[in-house]
């Protein structure tokens, strides 16, 4: 790496560019971030405008010199790049509306990472992010790609498959139960630390510290008792108390979708059809209303009711660690190397790694408890179907995959589900042309 | 092995006893039997007596010399057996109804080995089973227990983890799974050869075979068209053509609670609750009706309505492999010791083996298919943590077995089966008994 | 198969051809052999000749059919070929006392298969089965490959690394030790049953039995008081009565090279440079000038002193198990496939396997107990490196193979090793021409 | 943890000891030790006086207030210790000097951890190590043992098996070979990072990073051209070029008695029968006369000659890291847990870990690569039966670890060296009392 880093965010039109950018200004002192590439597609080309010139003057309001540009030629952005940052969402919001939408009609949960809307989305960017990491192979291959795109998990082993790139995926719900574990013990989150184990969205906390010493027990046990534990875009289902103390573990807020499906799948009905993509599509709209005023020069409070709180933290922290060599604890998915004992060395896990400038290395975790083993086998096997559909384009591998989901209830709403993606994503899905 | 084998079946006042005695005498001439002891318990005593007067008469009628034992005391008749068969149902059919009524009030499939209803069962059979072990251990420490009980899986499993008992697990599905393909194909079922890999009622045809040549996909291809497959205990719902293509293996009847499971689910809840075990009540009572008639000397043709062909097969031959030392190759349930790679060595697996005097060997069949890799996977998870549960009388374990099962739909469910599961059987769970 | 089988001898002009002709003509009635091949290179027309005309008198004495032509084509014997036996030697007797002499002079165990001298061989013998290998991808796709050529662990390891071939690597020291047992026991060999586990030339007999029940111990005893258990090309060193006791196991004879090492060297050196392979070259003299005599019509006794006793009886015993479908169980050298849990799945060991028209599988051993754990990955791992080298031609390959064998006693003895085999070997390794 | 840390220092008479307190005094800010037990057994009693009288010197010095004892009864200074290290030598330096000197007569290296030296001590200290661990049990449950006893892989490999107590096998030589690499970049070796897999004095650098950077060639060429790395103990044979390049990995000092065996065999022989064991005699001599200069108030640079350089940094920055909750990486000696894939999980291994208060967990390496994969296999193999040996006391099982051991020629050797071990440390090893 030389001096200055060049950064490039694709996706820089999103919503959540004014957070990433309020990462890299706390950061200043460690992290000389010399060009700063927004990029986006014709269509995000407004939205990428608006975040651009936010950005400018966010980085102007604290006397930065980094240059910031916006473009719509992807190979410009990630040229040399030393980061490569992707949080895009291929078809937009109205694709997850439908994402969202269709499965619930087959009583299988629609939600768009854990759900079977989940599958969808991954149909819809596994070709996107294959033409980008393409890209960088060429032209910046020794670019760090920090993939935010969801479902985060099955795009992570789409890449490490499928390309020679660098990529950590990267979530902010183990950051999020790390907060929410401090709000439980009302201690600052700097004192916490979890043994985090798993799969993205499907991560458990195996063991819990406060200044390094056990306290998992009494978390579980608050947690047990009505403690709140969840996220924005999950509803927030009080965790049954004998549950929680069969598992003896910490679950991730998307364990609701496995524990407690029924409940989940009521819920994501009677909210009506596609609601959590259309919540958001109005916060959007009033956010980037806010973006646009010119007297706007920081992250807006606002941003945080979109769900996407300590992404900035996730994102630039790690590109920081990775940068200074800081030998870092950090929650990341990567290649699995052995550090979960039953799962193949290279399928993508979720776990604490330790971040150098090397590169980033998995503690190793061990056999996972056979209460959690079947659970985390059945969702891993549903993602490596899903990435070898999601390439190949083949009807079989994409039925497969969906009937190997432990959400999807049969082979008839597996079709189902298939056929109403397939039609409804149409212009989406070129790896599925020839059916 | 002295000369004449004795053998004693525990459950002998069963129904399918008639099936077994014709097992032994059609091979009479490779199986020395001097000495068979139908065992049961005081309440099956009338059955009992009925059983062992037509075996006697089935002895008879071909002239053996077999010797014939009738006999409530278990451990007379384990005594230096050479043969231990175990076909009891603790708590009758009685118990049954109830185990497949259950599960249906909180829209989890009930079947008695395979849904929730089989959890139920096993809680109840566990403790039994391993009494029955404690007196092999003492009494005939070099008999071999062949166990039909179900849930096969489950019973063996215990077996092998909390007993020093030398134990294969049995089942007819495999053999039904080969006298079906030959059906398909018209052909001499011996001339048919499958290579089983998975867990019991969970097992998967992966390779089949006439004549030493591979018809896996014509097989495949009948079974799509709406060629038959499945048991006298299982609604014969057609599969799924594009299920069939995609799996690329043969599925056992079983798989269809999986696979289709909203359909299953539907087609119990019409059937009524705890039905098949009432139809079988009915068969149960003419059967044994039947059985009665003095001028009987034969197993009659009704015993194939319920259910259990090819189980004098899989058994007498199985004993004749191990004491003619055959070399033959059967399907058991066995110690893994590494035939399917990725499962622990120390789980009980379904798979073909070699069997010889000295013992029975798994055949290796490397690593399962990632498309069946998760759920065999979920459910031997949720097989071992019922073992566990069985054992300690926990309610937690009991709890996180439950909600493990990949057709238990939420913690609410799990948790009102188990309340309802720990209710009406309680007379039958002596390590719940602190609860 | 069609009716008659052709089947392909390469290295046809071996001394062993013979006893391969006595086993088809014993088996006549279950293996009908229509064509049958001999073939070798120009260098052995002369011997060529000789026993393919004995082979034709043997033939004809017997009254078969079976039409034997000799050819310097193997494309022409190969195409549509049942079966390829390959008993070939590259370099011939003379490249073996060059093998057997370098590793002496540094000390270390110069055997043609277990000692420094096998790894000279198997970087011979590697280009020649490679290009055979193609020669059958193209031309006998179907066809199955039995390897005899040493050192058979690597070359079957190399066939089913980097060709397609259906490859079985056979060995008749498995044979040979049952044989040997029944000679201490005094009783027919086909009474005696070995569990085998291992590599070729490193295999363990783990348990044995007399008709089905365990006699280890009692051989053991028995051997370890100095019954006699070995092969004609091996010193009958007595085996130390407490090495036998503490392994519990029963060793082949090619254990020595590594139990008993500095013996076994002293042994070799005392013997003079290369002599097995002198005395083979004098056997071998007088074998084919017997071969020519028009009046011998069959294997003449004399080729017994040669070392490949059971030769036949292992290969075309195998040819009629996998032809006629049988379910025998033979050792053989195939791909793991999770048999020996702990060794890759991928990698090639000597097992039981069970053998059907479909192929081979083997059967699951579980893990090796750890006495022997260590000494058989070490040899895998030197295995896997020769195979590497082989193919790569690289120098620093070759040497990492040679210092990893366990019976090569530092870098400085490799370096003279591997400098002295390039040098001598120069016509015969076109893969490290480029050094 | 409380305010003040009990430390107790088992073998405080060492001549190490005045390092050790080196170490502590440079931690004084972030290591308060309130209370300090040097215990000693009777025959040391001498030498524990004087290292306490030092001790006491140079905390004085410095003016600290840590209470010094030096005591004979094990028990007292264990009890409610925070931390224990151990650092003894059953049997002084003349059974080193006999430990060296045996194997010699076998040809055999003789070496005291590596060699088969090792073995006999093994043998004398794990009852001793045991006894201690029952004490700790009883007396300490939650103290950390940081244990320097060699040889350390195998010692620490008895306490994880057979012990409850919290275990970390420590040792000098990753520091070292890290400050080697520094002096051969001719940088600080605070800027060297090495990737550590393998066992104790058998591990590997498998990376080598300056400033986080992979620099691991550019060592290795200057490596192979002859710039040093080695320890005080080990000849400093030059390191053949083409081995390091065939490896492409750092080996340690102690590999050369695996790659070089001929010629360290030569070496020792040379160096007469038990010189290092004689050397150190003479050294430790003038350091003791040294420590008693009641002038003396700190470590004189004379003890560097013995060895131990490093040491008291690995252990006191290791206690550091614990007690401070540092998340720093040390490499240590702890359970794999997965760590190096195809190693069971419960063995011990030489492994980067990460250090927090509440223990070390190590970072997954994934598979060995082939070249080591197969010696390490060998060595852990040898590791596990010595452990085994150890505790049972059994004759065979000593002599399967001895002829496991890859520097062991031949059976005869091995039952040589066992003789000799077990006749001249009859007072040593009650667990072979039976023999």
Known sequence: MGKGLKITVIGGGSSYTPELIEGFIKRTAELP?????????????????????????????????????????????????????????????????????????????????????????????????????????????????INFTNPASIITEMVLRHTQVK???????????????????????????????????????????????RVT??????????????????????????????????PCPYHRYFYMTDEMLEEEKNAGEGTRAEQVMEIEKELFKRYEDPNLQEKP?????????????????????????????HTVNIRNNGAISGLADDVVVEVNAVVNREGLKPIAVGKLPIKIHGLVHAVKAYELLTVQAGISGDYEDALMALISHPLVPSIKAAKGILHDILYENKGYLPQFSKL
Chains 1, 2, 3, 4 share one sequence.
């Not at 509306?97 to 499965?103: G, K, L, N, V």
């Not at 924005?232 to 929680?244: G, M, R, T, V």
């Not at 979109?306 to 590109?319: E, K, M």
């Open 301 to 329: 409070p606002e941003l945080e009711k979109r769900g996407g709180a300590y992404y900035s933290d996730a994102a630039v922290s790690l590109i920081s660690a990775i940068y200074n060599d800081k030998g870092e604890i």
């Open 167 to 213: 990529v950590v995926g990267l979530c902010n719900v183990p950051i999020g139960m790390i907060n929410n574990v401090a709000k439980i013990l009302d201690v600052d989150s700097k004192r916490i630390r979890i043994d985090f184990a798993g799969l993205n969205h499907m991560v458990y906390g195996r063991e819990i510290y406060l200044d390094g010493e």
């Open 217 to 250: 027990s009494e978390v579980l046990t608050k947690l047990g008792e009505g403690a709140s534990l969840t996220m924005k875009n999950i509803k927030d289902l009080q965790w049954d108390k004998d549950l929680i103390r069969s598992l003896g573990m910490l």
């Open 33 to 145: 971030v010399e060009e700063l590439y927004l990029v986006d597609i014709e269509r995000g080309k407004e939205k990428l405008n608006i975040t651009t010139e936010l950005t400018k003057r966010m980085i102007a309001k604290v006397g930065l010199n980094t240059k910031v540009y916006q473009t719509l030629d992807r190979r410009e952005a990630i040229k040399d790049s030393d980061f490569i940052i992707t949080q895009i969402r291929v078809g937009g919001l109205k694709a997850r509306a439908s994402d969202e939408r269709i499965p619930l009609k087959y009583n299988a949960i629609g939600q768009e990472t854990t759900g079977a809307g989940g599958f969808a989305k991954a149909l819809r960017t596994i070709p996107v992010i294959l033409d980008i990491c393409r890209d960088i192979e060429e032209l910046a291959p020794k670019a760090w790609l």
